[in-house]
């Protein structure tokens, strides 16, 4: 099946340091990829979406310039939290939708999930 | 517009009884409708879709769900549940752009030994 692998899975930082974290692809092609950040006992919060080689569309709300979104391939996207504070202590969680095995229609393509990065600011 | 409803937040069962776990939507065309698992500190893992090819889906780990247009619904049903299936449950539909997914609240499915 469709793997998405994130790194890192945990992340223990200083505040006012930039942290990244990956999200690849490892076996089809993501053409679009996703950045969600999930508080306790909620859902998924979309942040954005990238698709391959254009630039991230941001939800309103999410500071693009705080969170830098790179799809510079069709496996790789990368979210970078820039001078990162206690309140963007948070688990985030990439995923990916593209092209996989014999489904042709972009329509029926579902997302996979990373396994999240919990990110820790002190 | 595109909307997932979970109509339990948190659902109990006994080991070896069934599951249910209702979801109902809403939108414009027909609809490609997923089902994810999410485990503590993990991902969403997918169970299973529908994308009109059947209206019975069976997914990973026993589970199925019937898509009822008339109804607008999508259930996740599992005919007896494993302690190992304690984990959070999302019904998500994919927008009309097809670039976007909706999300329900989720459901948090407790095992009773």
């Known amino acids: 099946g469709a793997v998405v692998s994130q790194h890192p899975s945990w992340v223990i930082c200083k505040s006012g340091t930039s942290v990244k974290i990956e999200c690849r692809s490892l076996d089809f092609q993501a053409t679009t990829m996703f950045w969600y950040r999930q508080f306790p006992k909620q859902s998924l919060m979309l942040m954005a979406t990238s698709n391959e080689g254009s630039k991230a569309t941001y939800e309103q709300g999410v500071e693009k310039d705080k969170f830098l979104i790179n799809h510079a391939s069709l496996t790789l996207s990368t979210l970078t939290v820039t001078s990162a504070h206690p309140e963007d202590s948070s688990f985030y969680i990439c995923?990916?939708?593209?092209?996989?095995?014999?489904?042709?229609?972009?329509?029926?393509?579902?997302?996979?999930f990373g396994d999240g990065t919990r990110l820790s600011i002190l | 517009a595109q909307s997932v409803t979970q109509l339990d937040s948190h659902v109990s069962v006994s080991e070896g009884t069934p599951v249910l776990l209702r979801c109902n939507y809403s939108s414009s065309y027909s609809p490609s409708l997923f089902w994810y698992v999410q485990h503590p500190n993990k991902g969403l893992q997918l169970l299973l879709k529908?994308?009109?090819?059947?209206?019975l889906v069976k997914g990973i780990n026993g589970f199925e769900a019937e898509f009822k247009k008339s109804e607008t619904s999508f259930h996740l049903t599992k005919p007896s549940a494993h302690m190992s299936d304690a984990a959070e449950y999302f019904c998500v539909v994919r927008g009309d752009n097809f670039n976007k997914f909706y999300f329900g609240s989720g459901t948090k499915l407790n095992v009773k030994p």
């Open positions: 529908y994308t009109s090819a059947a209206t």
């Open positions: 995923s990916a939708s593209g092209r996989e095995g014999t489904e042709i229609f972009f329509s029926n393509q579902p997302q996979h």
